[in-house]
């Protein structure tokens, strides 16, 4: 076994399977922008590493991913910057040429939603929701999430996540198509641990062929997805509607918008 490990974020490879696991459980593994970072570095290089052939994605304590920090785009990083990084981040994942299995333990939300969907396999724990809370503090979804949950649910889901910014239950997200299962606490880890050895003890090649396969054509928008998303995102950064919007969610408050 063997094992990295930064602030935020800890990867052990146990025999041939990588364990990467957000580790911020007081904000509820909200990221920000050197874990973003940091959950790139290591997907790239798990890519390159004969050694692992399957990765676990999961979050420490009661929650996956929680989107970014909002302190994110402090500390001299830019707008530009900071959607740059969210994208790697995703792609950095569904681009991995291993299999990798999101161990979904609780609440997704922003752009953990799409570093959950890119995963190839998403069993979650019945306490899980996914959230696009977005346009609650005026933004718009990133991380992907405009291409990875239409790929997965279609329009209908897509547009109800992103527009009225409302949790779907796991068992909803299960339903429509977005995820592949939902379990007990209890269950969680036995069928994620099923998957991942029988992925880790599979044809690498094989399994990296159709993985590369399947993505073509269910994840062909994505990149020109990832390019609206930060051209939005960006300007959306700088309005009066975010400004509002991240004030009122800090003093616990409804925003009120701009007409």
């Given at each position: ?29 909200a990221?920000?922008?050197a ?7 290591v ?7 004969r050694?692992?052939r399957?990765?676990v ?7 996956f ?10 500390g001299?990083?830019s707008?530009d910057?900071v959607?740059?990084?969210?994208a ?6 569904a681009?991995?040429?291993l ?9 997704v939300?922003?752009?953990g939603?799409?570093?959950?969907l890119?995963?190839d ?8 929701y ?10 718009m ?8 949950v ?11 996540m ?6 779907l239950?796991a068992?909803?997200a299960?339903d429509?198509g977005l995820?592949?299962?939902?379990l007990?606490?209890a ?6 641990e ?6 880790a003890?599979?044809p690498?090649r ?12 269910n ?5 020109a997805?990832l390019?609206?998303e930060k051209a939005g995102?960006?300007?959306l950064?700088?309005?009066?509607d ?5 004030t009122?969610?800090?003093q616990?408050?409804k925003?009120?918008?701009?007409e």
């Amino acid at each position: 076994m063997s094992e990295t490990s930064s602030a935020k974020l800890t990867a052990t490879r146990d025999g041939r399977v990588l364990r990467v696991t957000i580790t911020n459980p007081g904000r509820l593994n909200a990221i920000d922008y050197a874990t973003m970072t940091a959950i790139g570095d290591v997907f790239s290089s798990a890519a390159k590493d004969r050694n692992v052939r399957a990765v676990v994605l999961t979050g420490e304590g009661k929650a996956f991913c929680t989107g970014a920090d909002l302190s994110a785009t402090g500390g001299g990083v830019s707008p530009d910057e900071v959607m740059d990084c969210a994208a790697r981040l995703v792609t950095s994942v569904a681009e991995c040429p291993l299999p990798v299995i999101a161990r979904v333990n609780g609440p997704v939300a922003g752009v953990g939603v799409g570093l959950a969907l890119a995963a190839d396999l998403i069993y979650a724990a019945e306490s899980a929701y996914f959230l696009l809370s977005f346009t609650n503090i005026g933004l718009m979804p990133d991380g992907g999430t405009t291409a990875l949950v239409a790929a997965a649910a279609g329009r209908a889901v897509a547009n109800e996540m992103a527009l009225l910014g409302e949790r779907l239950p796991a068992t909803a997200a299960r339903d429509a198509g977005l995820i592949n299962a939902v379990l007990s606490d209890a269950e969680l880890d036995a069928r994620v641990e099923a998957a991942a050895e029988k992925l880790a003890h599979g044809p690498r090649r094989a399994l990296e062929l159709t993985k590369g396969a399947l993505n073509a054509t269910n994840l062909a928008a994505l990149d020109a997805a990832l390019a609206r998303e930060k051209a939005g995102q960006v300007e959306l950064l700088t309005s009066p509607d975010f400004f509002e919007g991240a004030t009122a969610m800090l003093q616990k408050r409804k925003a009120v918008f701009g007409e």
